[in-house]
């Protein structure tokens, strides 16, 4: 498990705050009765249902994307079916190239990824050879230098080997399963796609969707349409995908069924892939994992803004740079640790068969870095293997501001003369001089000009034909084009929110000072599940009223709150509500039916102010609409004794 | 088709107003240039992709249920996975009985819903049969009056039919393939859940979930928990389901991919289903069709409010009819014409098979009436057969206010003396003992006072025992029960959100008076894809900041709006915008440059008011969100000129 530390410096134990995150339902292992009851724990593994706070985190943190993203730049949002034919997904290269690699213990059958496996033994070689240099044991025991640092080379670059490749190292370091260390069979191909089959003879496959893209390219003409043939422009979709991992594992981070929400930003490839708004962004730093340090077989981050790293060409062009600073500006709002994140080059043989540059947001967390959002840029591959397969154009047509002038060679046959001459031939012959390239009629033109006839071969079968110039003419013509044709290029960036919300609940995670069971998840306000906690000091039914009647004003507000009037003791309701991440408490005592007022308790400092209804409710929307801080707050309503 | 009749009372025209949704992409056919430009047609049906305006609508049907029910009444939201384990709906059912009955035409092989088919041909005849009248054709061509009569009848109960049955009605009335005029064979029962299977190994069969509901039963437990044991509770879920049509039909009505929202409200079954909140809908009107009416064969709407229906009986219990009238006045709210709502209770064998009562929300669109909400009592059936299955528990423990006292006999055996006379007998004897019931046990217990002694049979091949009253005791205590424990029932509202959104869009098509051109969808504020239009005059550049200035303080108040400076008239901009149901316009011109008002355009009464800004996106706000209608905005702001 990789170092991290909680927001106090603490090292962050997963255990305890995997607990929390049961016992407070923000997820549960789907169908949990059936794994206790049954025997269905095989395939049903990598299978999360959220629970009430998730289900409520995930909501808002899709809300803040939509208005990050798509409301911010005017996206078209879609939202596209699941179920894809067959056909889809040959032509998009997925039925054939969308796999990872197997392989098979050769004695109890165990099915694993390739590359997993090797990055595990050689983990685990290390991590042996660690322990036994701490404990200072024989040298017999430990690994020499060289291949201490192959393994480290080549973990470094673990992502970037293919499935022959992988084989050979599983050959030449004798690697195992770790499970009953037997050998393994050579790496196999496996498709990563549900297969179904639609309608009612079952002779119909269909896969579900490994990503929301391809709803998005099918659909490219009706969204140029509905866009005023106006470009560039982007369309956005949120919606469930599904891959079938060969071994589920890390919890929320590796999943068979998760949430994307993904951008599709089209883009006229000529003139450097510019982007309008890039000058509000230039000066975002990031820190960069590029492809050539890890090629190398090291680590280290460079820091700079997306503008120097747009103009180094380490970033490719300010679209894909555009986007990177504005993932960046998105995780900070959720309350990503900045610390812990990076942005990492995909290497050649990692990226997908579809992309040719793509940069990954990766967070750290106890499971190391994840993968959470990428950015890919997928020139006009899509749009054009879909075009061609069916014969349905997906470009745009612009009216050239200057018409442009192209000089070319055509050919005129005169048909009326020809095909008398001819007779069965004269088809044959049309078609060769239809064919000819321009860097063909270029001499023909010269020879036919100087020689007065040209010679042209149809086919093995039929004689060589000779034709004079009163039969073919080849002139040097000016065609004027005003109307320009072209396929768009579409830069992705893609977001998988299941990973971001358990990394960013790694995040926020932590325990207050001494007390390792007092846990807090410090989600900012406009994430956090529940905003208000609304709490009498006693069973008091006079206290009831003013509770209904703020819990209905926040209401009114759109700021959710929970009533809590269990016995429990105060300080009890408020730490349970640590754990749930609700940033503001709300106190009704006898003050508050003497004079109106109620406390206001911040969920970080638990410290507390005490000033009118009106006053506290118009500071909680403040704080979760981002006018306000606590700070702030505090500074100017007067300060409440301690919690 | 059925005659529905526009806003304005003019008969509904469906070919105008679906090539409306489709030129403004308010939906598509999913993969639409595959079916232009391959093969796929087949089984690619019954998939349709939601373009901007029908996904901005959905958004904001979806946040208007959340709002209405989640939100309103505490819900406890869950988001759970599609994928699941067959052995799951092994348990619920639906791997035996979720199925739809199925014929194959004899010769061309095609597959027909049986019930669908039976329907087609009985209806056409009965058209034929008008038309000969109307045409006073000869008797001949006509249907004599007792078998018109008994269609009529089975029409009215046609979803009251099983296979069996539907295929004697197929021999009976020689009933046969509208294509091609073939006999068909027999109906079989077709499965409509997709399958696929998990993990690398493919021997692990799993389904797409047909609906939500499963997914929180089976976390009934955990959010018992995450509720503190409070009863009663409701869960809710929104997320796609999946149905394998046999054959899709009517557009966005009978598809194989769909948006559900379902509610699961677990009750105590004892205390007739009383619910705390069935005052407050006591007097709200429905239009009732109850099951005893269709089995007469009739279609009689009863007019009467949920309080008398209840009373009356029939509507079962308080909590089905709460929702029935919470039901109705969120359809209410999104915009639905009330004259064509309507609630049908299910027929016994409609019923789905975990039901024990159902009524359906049906609204009435050009394809008739259409179930866009069903209600289901599904009783304690999913609970029970989760919990016997797994062994897991899924009840609720109560304490009682009232220890319950409970007078039983209970048995005593005297192990010390007992095992050296019976040896490896005396487990047997045990099990025998404890198996027997309280009613054996009384004349037992007369028996042991009586004479001494008992026999006991143990099994076939041990010869039975006697016990004396040394070895065995037969008391009658009482036994005091502290904790009540029961399986809740679970009364399920389950909302399909697409068929709603397209019943919704035909209610508020209609077009302006004299030309058919004009088309307007009159969305209600709060459920219109974008709320506010805003159009300069003309492309004056002073009109620019203006209009970026509006459009920014809009989108901070979260009114959703849209430049279009295009260079169409104004005329045509406000024209397509009423095709997409904007309620407001707002207009920039050269008077808004010198003293900064702007008019404001209502979208269905064309007229237009003229104020300050700040006026004008008060005014709006308040409309959006409900605190003021049009008619009171035109009262008190000057009017505009016409449009």
Redo the contacts between chains.
């Keep these: 498990m990789p170092d991290t530390t909680t927001l106090t410096g603490v090292p962050f134990d997963r255990k305890p705050f995997t607990s929390l995150l049961k016992r407070?339902?923000f997820f549960?292992e789907?169908?949990?009765?059936?794994r206790?009851?049954?025997n269905?724990k095989?395939?049903?593994?990598?299978?999360?249902?959220?629970?009430?706070p998730?289900?409520?985190l995930?909501a808002n943190i899709v809300e803040a994307w939509r208005e990050h993203f798509v409301?911010e730049e005017?996206m078209?949002?879609?939202?596209?079916?699941?179920?894809?034919?067959e056909?889809?997904f040959k032509t998009s290269g997925h039925v054939e190239k969308f796999a990872d690699w197997?392989c098979k213990d050769t004695v109890n059958g165990d099915?694993l990824r390739a590359d997993h496996l090797v990055e595990s033994v050689l983990e685990a070689r290390l991590e042996g050879d660690k322990r036994a240099r701490e404990a200072r044991e024989v040298e017999a025991t430990r690994l020499d230098d060289s291949t201490k640092q192959e393994y480290d080379e080549i973990l470094a670059k673990i992502d970037n080997y293919d499935g022959p490749e992988l084989g050979e190292l599983i050959n030449r370091f004798d690697i195992r399963n770790l499970n009953g260390n037997n050998p393994v069979h050579p790496p196999i191909p496996?498709n990563l796609m549900?297969?179904?089959?639609?309608?009612?003879?079952a002779?119909?496959p269909?896969y579900?969707r490994p990503e929301t893209a391809q709803?998005q390219f099918?659909?490219f003409?009706?969204?140029l349409?509905?866009n005023?043939n106006q470009m560039p422009f982007a369309s956005a979709s949120i919606?469930?995908a599904?891959r079938?991992e060969?071994?589920p594992r890390s919890g929320l981070l590796r999943v068979?069924?998760f949430l994307l929400a993904e951008i599709e930003h089209f883009v006229d490839p000529d003139g450097g892939k510019k982007h309008k708004r890039f000058e509000e962004v230039r000066d975002v730093e990031l820190r960069l994992l590029d492809r050539d340090t890890q090629l190398a077989g090291k680590k280290d981050l460079r820091s700079m803004t997306i503008g120097e790293a747009v103009e180094q060409c380490i970033v490719d062009n300010e679209t894909l740079g555009y986007f990177l600073a504005r993932v960046k500006l998105f995780l900070q709002k959720l309350g990503i640790r900045l610390e812990k994140l990076r942005f990492r080059q995909h290497l050649a043989n990692e990226m997908a068969h579809y992309a040719t540059d793509c940069w990954d947001a990766e967070l750290l967390t106890s499971y190391g870095w994840i993968e959470c959002v990428g950015c890919a840029d997928r020139s006009a591959y899509d749009l054009t293997v879909?075009a061609k397969?069916?014969?349905?154009p997906?470009v745009v047509c612009e009216p050239r501001t200057e018409p442009l002038r192209v000089e070319e060679w055509q050919t005129m046959l005169d048909k009326g003369k020809l095909e008398p001459l001819l007779r069965e031939d004269t088809e044959a012959v049309e078609e060769v001089v239809a064919a000819l390239s321009q860097i063909a009629l270029e001499p023909a033109a010269t020879t036919l000009a100087e020689e007065g006839e040209i010679t042209l071969h149809l086919s093995a079968s039929i004689p060589d034909i000779t034709l004079g110039s009163e039969l073919i003419t080849i002139s040097n013509v000016t065609r004027v084009e005003h109307i320009r044709e072209y396929t768009p290029n579409v830069i992705e960036p893609s977001f998988g929110i299941g990973r971001i919300l358990y990394s960013l609940l790694e995040h926020v995670y932590w325990h207050r000072e001494g007390d390792v069971a007092r846990e807090v998840l410090s989600l900012p306000p406009s994430i956090a599940p529940t905003k208000v906690l609304l709490v009498p000091l006693s069973a008091q039914p006079a206290f009831r009223p003013i509770l209904h009647t703020l819990s209905r004003k926040l209401?009114a507000l759109g700021i959710?709150n929970?009533i809590d009037d269990?016995s429990a003791t105060l300080g009890k309701r408020y730490a349970r509500n640590d754990e749930l991440g609700t940033p503001f408490g709300v106190t009704v005592d006898f003050e508050s039916v003497r004079d109106g007022s109620v406390t206001l308790r911040e969920r970080d400092s638990t410290r507390q102010v005490r000033a009118s209804q009106e006053e506290i409710v118009d500071a909680i929307v403040r704080m979760v609409t981002g006018t306000e801080v606590w700070e702030e707050v505090e500074g100017r309503l007067p300060a409440f004794g301690v919690a």
């Design positions: 407070r339902f549960t789907a169908f949990e009765i059936y206790e009851g049954t269905i095989k395939g049903s593994k990598g299978l999360y249902d959220y629970g009430p998730g289900c409520a995930q409301l005017d078209l949002e879609l939202d596209c079916t699941m179920l894809t034919p056909e889809v197997m099915l496996f549900f297969k179904t089959s639609t309608g009612p003879d002779a119909v269909a579900l709803g099918v659909n003409r009706k969204l349409e509905y005023e919606g469930k599904f079938n060969i071994a068979r069924e879909h397969r069916t014969g349905v997906l209401r959710s929970r269990s």
